[in-house]
């Protein structure tokens, strides 16, 4: 009785033995199975984490091109804005040159003009051999004069006033002549002479005098 109580009991803990050792197994197992699943979730949440850093890479790309499209959009108007400015520049360089020109040429065509008036003038003196001061003829009476006394000394156009007769300076040795308005080829009807001071003046006849240039 007592020998089958034993075997019993050695029965009981082989039996327990045996379902510990399947306990350990299974949870060993179980154990083993979870840590997978827990590293392929760890894996795959590695995953997701790679991918999502990659599209963002990939987005800031795109944006990195995008702001460099505007940035060289930008540069380019702010090229040509520089361009205008310099053209501006330029422009207000020339139109002030211009200006300095056109006042340079507004000084020339003064100078020119009065330079024109004077080459007329000469002409005028050239065509018409005197030109006559705007002042009175002067007249004196047949006589004996001095120059710078009597009458000033100067280039005169001198011409019979009344009648005719003769016209000594310096005693004949710088004029000696016939004045008269005849048509007789021996009076002279006018006669261009210098007067210097202290010339002496005889004449027969009264002459009138015309200080030309």
Known sequence: MEEMKVDRKKRLFGKERIILIVII???????????YNNARMVLKDKKLTVQQ???EISDLKEQKISKEEEFKKIEDRYQEAKSLIGQKEELEKNIKNLEKSIQ???????FLNTK???KQKELEFLTNGIIQKKKEPRVLLAG?????KDIPAGRYKIEPNN?????FVNEGRKANIILGNQSNTMY???????LDEGDSISATLSTKYTLIE
């Open 188 to 194: 002279l009807k006018e006669y261009i002479l210098e």
């Open 53 to 55: 850093i990659e599209k």
């Open 104 to 110: 340079e040429k507004k000084e020339e065509d003064s």
């Open 144 to 148: 004996e004069f001095i120059v710078g």
């Open 116 to 118: 024109l008036a004077d």
């Open 163 to 167: 009648g005719s007769g003769n016209y």
């Open 25 to 35: 197994l299974t949870s060993f197992i179980v154990g083993q199975k979870l840590g």
